[in-house]
């Protein structure tokens, strides 16, 4: 019998894009909360746990862009 889904994936060392990382740590740093990040064709969405932490992270917004060179937009989401 073949190997279970989760043998293969472990196997394949999975890793995030750097820009993710980017995100992840400039977030920690500003806002003290790790988020959920997500790619889609254009844009990073960041997901964060309150309104409070999105509202501040706003006005940062166009320093990280600029630390992932502008490729993409970034969405803020509340979950």
Same mark, same amino acid.
């Given at each position: 019998?073949?190997?279970?889904?989760?043998?293969?994936?472990? =196997?394949?060392?999975?890793?995030?894009?750097?820009?993710? =990382?980017?995100?992840?740590? !400039?977030?920690?740093?500003?806002?003290?909360?790790?988020? =959920?990040?997500?790619?889609?064709?254009?844009? !990073?969405?960041? $997901?964060?746990?309150?309104? $409070? $932490?999105?509202?501040?992270?706003? !006005? =940062?917004? !166009?320093?990280?862009?600029?630390?992932?060179?502008?490729?993409?937009?970034?969405?803020?989401?509340?979950?």
């Amino acid at each position: 019998m073949g190997d279970s889904i989760s043998d293969i994936l472990g =196997k394949r060392g999975l890793s995030e894009p750097p820009e993710i =990382k980017i995100i992840k740590d !400039f977030v920690l740093n500003e806002v003290g909360l790790v988020p =959920k990040v997500s790619v889609t064709d254009n844009a !990073f969405i960041v $997901a964060l746990p309150s309104a $409070a $932490a999105a509202g501040t992270l706003r !006005f =940062k917004v !166009f320093q990280l862009q600029r630390r992932l060179g502008g490729q993409r937009k970034i969405i803020l989401r509340i979950i």
